[in-house]
């Protein structure tokens, strides 16, 4: 006798097999390749920064403020874009844009390809138009080159598309890693934008990759934590609140800034000019904004550190968010080439230096560096990416709780607020849907017994060829196919009218019985103790409707399940996020029973 459990012996937590470990080692090449990439494109930064403002061929840090351009800076913003709209032009179009999105694309919708046109051309480009003054971070484009490289590597190897998929968020993890020194807000980014899943195939090798950039770049000396901050604040109800305050606020923000730069798409999208010439207006807004506030422009790391400081006072922090906000917004939807993430921070961080006057007391910064989080996180819907960021960039692991207080409340503004985020709704304006939504299949938790017919209606071995096309046409026959069982109340096989066609046109006499028109057939079987996920597999490879299901200890006749079957399980999984009952009512039953005892 078979045993009952027989069926579930290859049944495990997790399907990854050892080929994990090929693909992690793998991993390890992919991010020595984007560390380099990722430190190449910071060099790159700073010499276009330093030939833009200061004509000098050199690697050196010199400050934007200290250009002798004077009003003549306006217009290198102008010139930088026009290099960026000819190099998309004629380059790669794939280079517009902040990266995120675009690595969202490949992954989803083709196959995890990036050419080697990417991985050169959009560091190159991202380092013009950021060392042209461009308000953005270097984040986005080296997520999009790590990628590139990730994904050029695996296509020179013989993978699956998940394995790609893995090797190129690998590479992307690698490079975000490299720029913040950010190894765990990397893996986090993975998981809550990039991978689509939540599997150990797809995490240990992202896991490897930005662990070996993380050592990599401590080798090479590179600074880490980039943003040492060492305040705190008690908790208390009060402290709470502000925490609560600051989510909201950044909620609120997150959603003015995604309106924003959809808004300035919209309106380029209206001109009567050719998309590449579109930075080129970006630029004039960026231009006339660094003569505003020259701290808009650029990276604008300096302007973190002096948040985290407590050296930004209100005035000066909102003419910092409004001026940044605008020449973000209107550079991004033109279409040049640069990241979200610093920016987000910059906005945020500004925003909490000018509510820090009416909230909670607490160290200096320590407000500025909670807006800065919870408006990453909200804007980008990855609350625990945020978290984890704020926390590796200033090695500061007591902001835990305050961080994600605040974090998970402007993730809460913004999902009840927005139906996308500022990466998902470029992918969506493209024409494609995108559920970040991870669940179990409920097909990996219900079993074959628990949706089966249990009551089969079935006909006999012996019933002929006539008598089988006979019944399948009466009136009152009910259901479109039947299975066939001996005296024995095996399954011999599976009837419908296709098959009686088939058997006639085949000149099967007409008494001919169903035993001996199956004898020899293979049966596809079903069992009570399977699982909706291998049932919908058999349903598909066998290219049928229904499955008889069978006792493992006999082989008797048991159930009959169908398609139809397995939709009921996705519908009641919807009824039980929809209808809602109160399980336990103290109130309603004790009225009834003193109802039940009240004299008529």
């Excluded at 494109?41 to 276009?48: G, S, V």
């Excluded at 896991?207 to 000396?221: F, G, M, N, Q, S």
């Excluded at 231009?287 to 422009?297: D, R, S, T």
């Excluded at 607020?417 to 995108?434: D, Q």
């Amino acid at each position: 006798m078979k045993s009952a459990h027989a069926g579930n012996g290859h049944l495990r937590d997790f399907t990854t097999d050892p080929r994990v470990l090929i693909i992690a080692a793998i991993a390890v090449v992919v991010a020595t390749a984007g560390l380099f990439a990722g430190i190449v494109l910071l060099k790159l930064i700073r010499l276009a920064t330093n030939i833009a403002y200061f004509g000098q061929f050199t690697l050196a840090e010199l400050r934007l403020e200290d250009t002798p351009l004077g009003l003549a800076a306006v217009i290198v913003p102008v010139i930088g874009a026009l290099i960026i709209g000819l190099m998309a032009r004629f380059g790669s179009e794939k280079i517009r844009g902040h990266g995120i999105p675009e690595a969202i694309e490949a992954i989803l919708l083709g196959r995890s390809r990036l050419d080697a046109k990417v991985a050169v051309l959009k560091p190159l480009s991202s380092a013009i138009s950021i060392g042209s003054g461009g308000p953005f971070g270097a984040e986005g484009p080296i997520i999009m080159t790590g990628g590139a490289i990730g994904s050029l590597i695996a296509q020179m190897l013989p993978v699956s598309d998940n394995e790609r998929k893995t090797l190129l968020v690998a590479g992307a993890a690698a490079g975000m890693t490299t720029v913040f020194g950010t190894p765990i807000a990397a893996i986090m980014l993975a998981v809550e934008l990039l991978l689509f899943e939540w599997t150990p195939r797809s995490f240990i090798p992202v896991a490897v990759a930005a662990i070996v950039a993380e050592v990599e770049r401590t080798l090479l000396h590179l600074p880490g934590p980039i943003f040492p901050f060492s305040g705190s604040m008690e908790a208390s109800v009060a402290g709470l609140g502000g925490w609560v305050l600051v989510g909201i606020a950044s909620g609120l923000l997150s959603g003015l800034l995604t309106q924003l730069v959809y808004a300035c798409e919209d309106a380029f999208q209206k001109l009567p000019i050719h998309w590449m010439w579109w930075p080129m207006i970006g630029g004039v807004v960026v231009g006339i904004g660094g003569l505003i506030e020259p701290q808009a422009l650029g990276v604008g790391y300096d302007n973190i550190a002096n948040m985290l400081d407590g050296r930004v006072v209100a005035a000066a922090a909102l003419t910092l968010l409004v001026v940044k906000a605008i020449i973000w917004s209107v550079a991004l939807g033109s279409g040049t080439s640069g990241g979200v993430l610093a920016p987000l921070l910059i906005m945020g961080g500004a925003m909490g230096a000018v509510l820090a006057g009416i909230l909670p007391e607490a160290t200096p910064g320590f407000w500025p560096l909670l807006a800065m989080a919870a408006t990453m996180g909200g804007t980008m819907r990855a609350p625990l990416t945020a978290t984890f960021f704020a926390v590796e960039l200033t090695g500061n692991t007591h902001l835990l709780v305050p961080l994600i207080a605040a974090c998970a409340t402007a993730h809460a503004v913004t999902v009840l607020l927005m139906k996308r985020s500022i990466l998902t709704e470029k992918v969506a304006r493209r024409g494609h849907h995108l559920v970040r939504e991870y669940r179990v299949d409920p097909f990996v938790l219900t079993r074959v017994r628990e949706v089966m017919t249990s009551k089969v209606e079935s006909v006999p071995a012996a019933m002929t060829l006539h008598g089988a096309a006979a019944f399948l046409t009466a009136p009152e026959t009910r259901h479109p196919s039947f299975p066939v069982i001996d005296e024995n109340g095996h399954v011999l096989g599976v009837i419908d009218p296709p098959a009686i066609l088939r058997w006639r046109r085949a000149g099967k006499h007409r008494k001919t019985t169903l035993g001996e028109l199956l004898a020899g057939s293979k049966v596809t079987l079903a069992y009570p103790d399977e699982y909706l996920e291998g049932l919908s597999d058999k349903l598909l490879t066998a290219n049928v409707s229904h499955l008889p299901v069978v006792s493992r200890e006999d082989d008797r006749l048991v159930g009959y399940v169908g398609w139809k079957d397995l939709m009921r399980v996705r519908s009641k999984k919807q009824a039980e996020e929809r209808d809602r009952s109160a399980l336990l009512s103290f109130g309603a039953r004790r009225k009834a029973q003193q109802s039940a005892s009240d004299p008529a």
